[in-house]
Every structure is written in structure tokens, then in C-alpha cells.
């Protein structure tokens, strides 16, 4: 177990092998980017064929993108850009911060999914979304969607999802969710993992510091970084999330 309150991010490193069992590329995350595509293409003022997916982690958003785009990933975690790679060898994928990383590139859309909430700060958000400015071609788009915001957080909300490989491995994913001060721009996401392998379990914690920011923040800053953006929903069962098409001017 973690020591409360100390970052881990343990999915990104020891237990990035836990990673493709939550959530299945072909389904949930296929959904999903349909609605990134349909929302690239309704917005981007240019023809779009290239897309940098910032914070791509293990790559299932990159497997479905790449049917519509040439897809080059960026993530700052060596274990999940190898799981990557397997999954989307003809991709191209670079070890980077999404709040340092320069390409010396640019594309027709970026796409920003989760990772963006690692951005506990405001100086660290202000510089992702500055990233992915800089890396999108006049009349690009980029497609951000935020895990919550001020406005859609729930307080201890607490989720669980099971899988299971073909080898018989068992995982049980526990996360919840809490924000000791809701004054600044931060929570706490803490994930156990109930883990059975040959019928034994074993338990494993996670902890993570997450940025959480108001709706007026987020479209403030985005346009502060220079995006002309455009707001909606997304709606995957139960929850809903905003999903921000950004366009870069100068098309």
C-alpha cells in the first residue's frame, strides 16, 4: 500500500501490464473516437490526414484512429509506449512531456483524452494545451475532453470494473475519487487492484494527484492560448462528459 497522499502512478510503470484489461480498445474506446472524428471533421478548417494523440498511454485511442488518420503518439511512459507499439506497429511514437514536448512538426488535429488530467497545476495545464497549439496547423483542430470538471465532480464517487485475460488472470479495478479541498484545483483518484492469478489474490493501491478546473477556466485558457472553441457532450452510459473542439486559427 501507498503511503496516503503520495503519488504512485503505479499503471504506468509496475502494473502497466494491468492496463489493456481496462477497457476494451474495440469497444468503449471505438465509440469514442468516432466522436472524435466526427467532431475533427466537422470543425477542422483544413483537409485533415494527420493527428498527434498527446498522452496516447497504451495506444487503444491510436488503434482506432489510425483507421481515419496518420497517427503519431506522444507519452511520457516508457511501459505504456511499449504497450504502444505492439498494438500499432506502423504508428509512430515519441517519449515526451506534453508540457515541454516540440516536434519540430505540425499536424491537422490533436487529440488530448485523460492524460490531460494529470495537469494538477494550472501552470502545467496552461502548458499542455500550449503544446498542443503549437503542434496543430492553422485551421487544425484539437479535440480535448476533460474527466470532470468543478461543475460534473461527484465527491467519493466510486467505480469498479472487472476483467479478465484468457490465461484466467481475475482483476478487480476499484477507483474512487475525492477532493480534500475544494477550494483549489486539485483531487485524489485512489485505485485498488484486486488482482487473482491461479486463484490467489494479491492487492494493489494506486494514488493519483488529478487537476480539476471549472468550465469558465477551461474556456478562458483555451482561448488565452488562441482556439476557437466549440462545446459539447459526450455521452458514454451512464456519464457524461464535455468534449471541447478547438480549431487554430489562421486558416
Known amino acids: 500500500m501507498s503511503r496516503e497522499g503520495q503519488d504512485t502512478c503505479r499503471l504506468y510503470t509496475d502494473l502497466a501490464w494491468l492496463w489493456p484489461m481496462w477497457g476494451d480498445a474495440a469497444t468503449e474506446y471505438a465509440h469514442y473516437c468516432q466522436h472524435v472524428t466526427d467532431l475533427i471533421h466537422q470543425h477542422a478548417k483544413r483537409p485533415v490526414t494527420s493527428l498527434l494523440d498527446i498522452g496516447c498511454g497504451g495506444g487503444k485511442n491510436v488503434l482506432n484512429l489510425k483507421r481515419h488518420f496518420n497517427v503519431t503518439g506522444l507519452d511520457l ?25 516540440r516536434l519540430g512538426r505540425a499536424f491537422d488535429a490533436v487529440l488530448m483524452d485523460d492524460a490531460i488530467s494529470h495537469m494538477n497545476r494550472r501552470t502545467d495545464f496552461e502548458a499542455a494545451l500550449l503544446t498542443a497549439h503549437a503542434h496543430l496547423n492553422p485551421g487544425g483542430v484539437l479535440i480535448v475532453t476533460p474527466d470532470v470538471t468543478t461543475e460534473t465532480f461527484q465527491q467519493n464517487k466510486t467505480s469498479t470494473t472487472l476483467a479478465q485475460r484468457d490465461d484466467g488472470v481475475e482483476v478487480v479495478f476499484i477507483e474512487n475519487v475525492y477532493d480534500p479541498d475544494p477550494a483549489d484545483e486539485q483531487y485524489e483518484a485512489t485505485i485498488l487492484y484486486l488482482i487473482r492469478e491461479n486463484g490467489c489474490l494479491r492487492i494493489e493501491s494506486d494514488h493519483w494527484s488529478l487537476g480539476v478546473f471549472s468550465l469558465d477556466t477551461w474556456r478562458r485558457v483555451l482561448r488565452e492560448t488562441g482556439f476557437e472553441v466549440y462545446e459539447g457532450n459526450y455521452n458514454a452510459g451512464e456519464d457524461q462528459y464535455v468534449t471541447f473542439a478547438c480549431v487554430k486559427a489562421g486558416c
Open 77 to 101: 511512459s516508457a511501459s505504456m509506449l511499449a504497450q504502444a507499439k505492439a498494438f500499432n506497429p506502423e504508428c509512430k511514437f515519441v517519449q515526451d512531456d506534453m508540457r515541454t514536448s
